[in-house]
């Protein structure tokens, strides 16, 4: 299931800090989860309580837009901007649509912005297709999450990170595990030589490092799949690790026309 949510502003450019994507997160879990006393950014955010006592869970991209300019505390978008926002679950869509159309708008500082959401095609993503990242990819070095790896550092541990999130992921979604759970990543090496892949993000007041560069994957169908669907890495529900086939449009904006 793959969401395109279109920001709408009123002005010909708009200014967003980059705690937008704090807003973003907050706003898509507040919508597919609606019991306040429930919800908190570390422990529910991003994760919607299924009929079958499962959990599903998201990911979204970074912002996009046909013209767009970074600065040291945020960046200027002209033209309007997007999201895409993607689950393994269809009920988390029909959830995340109807609530889209009820919130109408977001409201940031000064700024209000216009929602407009809809579905758009996913793609068939198979093992051995070549894909990008539509927003930083972090792995975490241990389960408490307190450091975070390098890809260049150790590439088979930190592939090997990515498929046991993989597999905890699958299994707290669908109760069971896959019938084939071979994982294997590898960033584009000489993207790597050229230093374009690394960044330091911050989120809810804590920075975290990721990466962000042409990868493939090899192995199993099922892993592969749930990455494009629900993302890699840790805090996909924060805009970490939402993953796409390079020929598929890269930015929300694509989808908007």
Same mark, same amino acid.
């Not at 009920?91 to 809809?118: D, Y």
């Not at 975070?148 to 498929?163: A, C, G, K, T």
């Given at each position: 299931?793959?969401?395109?949510?279109?920001?709408?502003?009123?002005?010909?450019?708009?200014? =967003?800090?980059?705690?937008?994507?704090?807003?973003?997160?907050?706003?898509?879990?507040?919508?597919?989860?609606?019991?306040?006393?429930?919800?908190?950014?570390?422990?529910?955010?991003?994760?919607?309580?299924?009929?079958?006592?499962? %959990?599903?869970?998201?990911?979204?991209?970074?912002?996009?837009? #046909?013209?767009?300019?970074?600065?040291?505390?945020?960046?200027?978008?002209?033209? @309007?901007?997007?999201?895409?926002?993607?689950?393994?679950?269809?009920? =988390?869509?029909?959830?995340?649509?109807?609530?889209?159309?009820?919130?109408?708008?977001?409201?940031?500082?000064?700024?209000?912005?216009?929602?407009?959401?809809? =579905?758009?095609?996913?793609?068939?993503? /198979?093992?051995?297709?070549?894909?990008?990242?539509?927003?930083?990819?972090?792995?975490?070095?241990? $389960?408490? /999450?307190?450091?975070?790896?390098?890809?260049?550092?150790?590439?088979?541990?930190?592939?090997?990170?990515?498929?046991?999130?993989?597999?905890?992921?699958?299994?707290?979604?669908?109760?069971?595990? #896959?019938?084939? $759970?071979?994982?294997?990543?590898?960033?584009?090496?000489?993207?790597?030589?050229?230093?374009?892949?690394?960044?330091?993000?911050?989120?809810?007041?804590?920075?975290?490092?990721?990466?962000?560069?042409?990868?493939?994957?090899?192995?199993?169908?099922? %892993?592969?799949?749930?990455?494009?669907?629900? @993302?890699?890495?840790?805090?996909?529900?924060?805009?970490?690790?939402?993953?796409?086939?390079?020929?598929?449009?890269?930015?929300?904006?694509?989808?908007?026309?």
């Amino acid at each position: 299931m793959l969401v395109n949510l279109r920001l709408i502003s009123e002005g010909k450019a708009v200014f =967003f800090f980059d705690t937008i994507y704090d807003e973003l997160a907050r706003l898509i879990g507040s919508i597919v989860d609606r019991q306040p006393e429930r919800y908190s950014p570390v422990q529910h955010l991003g994760l919607q309580r299924q009929s079958s006592g499962c %959990l599903a869970p998201f990911t979204f991209s970074e912002i996009t837009a #046909p013209k767009i300019k970074h600065t040291q505390n945020g960046f200027w978008v002209i033209g @309007g901007a997007g999201i895409h926002i993607a689950s393994p679950s269809t009920e =988390f869509g029909l959830n995340l649509l109807c609530g889209l159309a009820k919130v109408k708008t977001l409201t940031i500082g000064e700024v209000k912005l216009g929602l407009k959401g809809s =579905f758009v095609p996913h793609g068939n993503i /198979q093992p051995g297709y070549e894909m990008v990242c539509l927003s930083p990819v972090i792995v975490a070095a241990d $389960d408490g /999450q307190n450091d975070f790896l390098r890809y260049e550092d150790n590439p088979v541990r930190y592939s090997e990170r990515l498929r046991q999130g993989l597999m905890k992921k699958y299994r707290d979604y669908y109760g069971y595990d #896959p019938l084939d $759970d071979r994982f294997l990543f590898f960033y584009d090496e000489e993207y790597l030589k050229n230093g374009l892949s690394a960044c330091v993000v911050k989120r809810f007041g804590r920075e975290f490092f990721g990466q962000s560069a042409p990868f493939t994957v090899a192995g199993s169908l099922e %892993l592969t799949g749930l990455a494009v669907q629900a @993302g890699l890495g840790e805090k996909t529900e924060m805009g970490f690790g939402m993953i796409a086939d390079r020929k598929l449009p890269k930015r929300a904006s694509d989808g908007w026309r």
